[in-house]
């Protein structure tokens, strides 16, 4: 999901833009001063063409003559006053050039760095982009710099918020043996992604190390489903599933030590031998009944009642709890949010239809295509389809909106029209039998009748 900012960031985007704008005006308005200084520029090369022009005219005299003075006692004349006037303009246009260059290029100096300023700024939000972060948190987790990582999958999320990244942090925090932050993270990543088999394996680690024993074998369960040759996933499969079936054991041992402690205290066994006497065969078939083996039978008799009292409490005792389990369950059930819950608790609840019809009755019907997206199976849909016979004749009208939203689930024809022929038949016996039969009303019959092409049921 998409962080909605706060008041202090807009505010901050805002100056931000602000600031932006100021230094565009002031480019723009640099950008007018260097057309200024190139005009005054080329002003500047052009004054030396035009005092020699001056100067040349200056060297003629009235009638075109140039003047000429005589020193005594030589006969050679010199030139004076234009040339001496254009040596002077020269090293003073000289002047003005080098200066007007000078201003000139610190101006390009100072314009360059503006610039170069200006274009850092713009190019701020497009350089330091959601990708960019990720790909810098993992180098810091190849570099076993954890903390950092995690800071820069958080900027990551902070701009673009994506399941790979949740997924990264996830790792990052399982590191540091933060695993309730792990787990939090690797269920957004689902929210995101409910197919992503990182998330859920990573998720099983994590709830494995917070004692969610159950939790942690249906995640590492689902991963393999999703990929079923993955061998570090079928090694985590099997832990966790050890470590849940020894839970079990060990509360299934706990609960059953008292009611079996107090069947062996209401038996009397005192007069079991410890050890049943050696007897041959030839001994044991010839010999007759005497007084003497009377007492070794009578125990015998109240020894095979004892077991016989004791199974018949034990198997009590499971009944109860399998009643009590079930009951608690039913309390539990919420509605799904996604395809992940729903098979996880229809899994759960394997081999009690009323468990699952709770289920699905839990589920609103117009959200079935947004929970289930493109990750509805086969054998799911068929089993639900089954479900719906289940209470079609008690509830008609909720049956009838299950069926008419199922379709409506991305690649659900896919699914129906490559279903195994067994589940084709069965489904073509359901719709004849249970949907479409005599007693059902006939505005369902024309409902049902109409959803016969998109189930893929021939209409008899």
């Known amino acids: 999901m998409a962080r909605v900012p706060s008041k202090h960031e807009r505010d901050h985007h805002l100056d931000f833009e602000g600031f932006l704008n100021n230094l565009q005006d002031w480019e723009l308005s640099l950008k007018d001063k260097d057309k200024k200084l190139k005009s005054q520029s080329d002003m500047g090369k052009m004054e030396p063409s035009m005092l020699n022009a001056v100067s040349n005219s200056s060297n003629l005299g009235v009638n075109g003559r140039s003047h000429e003075s005589k020193e005594p006692g030589s006969g ?65 987790f190849k570099q076993r710099k ?113 009611p079996t402690q107090q069947v062996q205290k209401e038996v009397k066994l005192d007069n079991v031998p ?30 095979n009642i004892a077991k016989k009292e004791l199974k018949e409490s034990v198997q009590q005792l499971a009944a109860r709890a399998a009643s009590l389990a079930t009951a608690e369950a039913a309390k539990n059930i919420v509605p799904p949010t996604s395809a992940y819950q729903f098979e996880v608790s229809w899994r759960g609840f394997s081999g009690d239809r009323t468990l699952q019809t709770r289920l699905l009755k839990a589920t609103n019907p ?48 896919m699914i129906i029209m490559c279903l195994p022929p067994a589940d084709k038949s069965d489904l073509q016996r359901i719709w004849d039998e249970v949907f479409c039969n005599k007693e059902v009303a006939a505005d369902y019959v024309e409902i049902l009748q109409q959803l016969c092409p998109k189930y893929c049921i021939i209409k008899q």
């Open 76 to 140: 050679n004349s010199k030139k004076i006053g234009a040339v001496g006037v254009d040596k002077r303009q020269m090293v003073k246009t000289s002047s003005v050039n080098h200066s007007s260059t000078a201003r000139e290029e610190d101006y390009l100096k100072k314009y360059d760095a503006v610039s170069r300023l200006s274009s850092g700024f713009m190019r701020d939000d497009s350089s330091v982009d959601a990708n960019s972060e990720k790909e810098l948190g993992n180098e810091f």
């Open 146 to 258: 954890y903390k950092e990582a995690i800071d820069c999958y958080s900027r990551s999320l902070a701009l673009s918020p994506t399941a790979v990244a949740y997924a990264n942090r996830a790792m990052a925090y399982l590191k540091l043996k933060r695993f309730q932050e792990a787990e939090d993270d690797c269920t957004e990543a689902l929210n995101l992604d409910d197919r992503y088999i990182k998330a859920y394996s990573r998720r099983s680690t994590a709830r494995k190390e917070l004692g969610k024993l159950k939790d942690s074998k249906e995640d590492a369960d689902f991963a393999l489903r999703l990929e079923p040759q993955n061998q570090e996933i079928k090694r985590q499969y099997a832990d966790a599933k050890s470590l849940y079936d020894n839970e079990l054991l060990k509360k299934a041992s706990a609960s059953l030590k008292g």
């Open 274 to 303: 410890r050890s049943m006497p050696k007897i041959s065969e030839t001994t044991r078939v010839a010999a007759p009944k005497t007084e003497s083996m009377e007492p070794f039978i009578s125990s015998q008799k109240n020894h």
């Open 366 to 413: 117009v959200a079935l295509p947004e929970i289930f997206k493109n990750a509805l199976s086969a054998p799911l849909l068929i089993d639900v389809i089954r479900c719906i016979a289940t209470f079609f004749s008690d509830d008609i009208d909720l049956a009838v909106k299950y069926l008419e939203n199922l379709p409506k689930v991305s690649r659900f024809n």
